[in-house]
C-alpha cells in the first residue's frame, strides 16, 4: 500500500503569511491526491481534489501542486478561518489512504 | 443540495459489533456516486473504513476488512456500517461522506459525524 506523511506536523504562523504544507507518497501517484481542511468539531472539507484542482467554493488563497510523489497545499495569505489541521488523501483503486495531518497555529 | 446524518448508539460495549447507519437527503443515493464510511480516534488523524456503490459493490480498509460489513438501502436512501469484536481501539468520531469517482477518489460532502465509546 502507498504510504502519505505530510510534512511538517505542526506549523505557526500569523495571519498574512504564505504558508506551504507537503505531502510525500512512497512511490508515484501521478496526480492522485486530495486536501482537506478540517477544524475543531468538525468533518474535513475538501479544498483540492487532483492535486491541482480548486473545489468549486474554496477561496482562490488555496492551491495545490505536484504529480508523482510530492505534492504541497500553498495557503498564498493566512485569513483568521484558516487555522485548522490540513490533511492529504489518496486513493487508487479500492485502497484510501489519509496522510497524519499537519496542525496549523496562529503564532 | 446533499445532505448525510449518522445515527446509532453512543455507547458499544466491548466484543460487541458498533451499528450506525447515514441517512442521505437531497441527492439519489442510487447516482453514480460510491459512499463511504471515515473514522477519527479523538486527537488522532482520519482512516477510510469502507465504500459501497448503491449496487452493493463494496470494498474495505485491509486491516479492518475481516470485522466490517458496509450495505446499502435504496428504498430508504440511506447506507449502513456495522464493525464486529470492537475494542476500546475502536472508540472514534464515525463519519459518512459521499464519494466522488473522478480521475481520484474524494469525498465532496461529509455528515457532521457521530462519536462512537467502546466501554463496558
Known amino acids: 500500500d502507498v504510504q502519505m506523511t505530510q510534512s511538517p506536523s505542526s506549523l505557526s504562523a500569523s495571519v498574512g503569511d504564505r504558508v506551504t504544507i507537503t505531502c510525500r507518497a512512497s512511490?508515484?501517484?501521478?496526480?492522485?491526491l486530495n486536501w482537506y481542511q478540517q477544524k475543531p468539531g468538525k468533518a474535513p472539507n475538501l479544498l483540492i481534489y487532483?492535486?491541482?484542482n480548486l473545489q468549486s467554493g474554496v477561496p482562490s488563497r488555496f492551491s495545490g501542486s505536484g504529480s508523482g510523489t510530492d505534492f504541497t497545499l500553498t495557503i498564498s495569505s493566512l485569513q483568521p478561518e484558516d487555522f485548522a489541521t490540513y490533511y492529504c488523501?489518496?486513493?487508487?483503486?479500492?485502497?484510501?489512504?489519509f496522510g497524519q495531518g499537519t496542525r496549523l497555529e496562529i503564532k | 443540495q446533499v445532505q448525510l446524518h449518522e445515527s446509532g448508539p453512543g455507547l458499544v460495549k466491548p466484543s460487541e459489533t458498533l451499528s450506525l447507519t447515514c441517512a442521505v437527503s437531497?441527492?439519489?443515493?442510487?447516482?453514480?456516486?460510491?459512499w463511504g464510511w471515515i473514522r477519527q480516534p479523538p486527537g488522532k488523524g482520519l482512516e477510510w473504513i469502507g465504500s459501497?456503490?448503491?449496487?452493493?459493490?463494496?470494498f474495505y480498509n485491509a486491516p479492518l476488512k475481516s470485522r466490517v460489513t458496509i450495505s446499502v438501502d435504496t428504498s430508504k436512501n440511506q447506507f449502513s456500517l456495522k464493525l464486529s469484536s470492537v475494542t476500546a481501539a475502536d472508540t472514534a468520531v464515525y463519519y459518512c461522506?459521499?464519494?466522488?469517482?473522478?480521475?481520484?477518489?474524494?469525498?465532496?460532502?461529509w455528515g457532521q459525524g457521530t462519536l462512537v465509546t467502546v466501554s463496558s
Open positions: 461522506a459521499r464519494e466522488r469517482m473522478t480521475t481520484v477518489t474524494s469525498f465532496d460532502s
Open positions: 488523501q489518496h486513493s487508487y483503486r479500492t485502497s484510501i489512504t
Open positions: 512511490q508515484s501517484i501521478t496526480d492522485y
Open positions: 437531497g441527492h439519489s443515493i442510487s447516482s453514480s456516486y460510491y
Open positions: 459501497i456503490f448503491h449496487s452493493g459493490s463494496a
Open positions: 487532483a492535486a491541482t
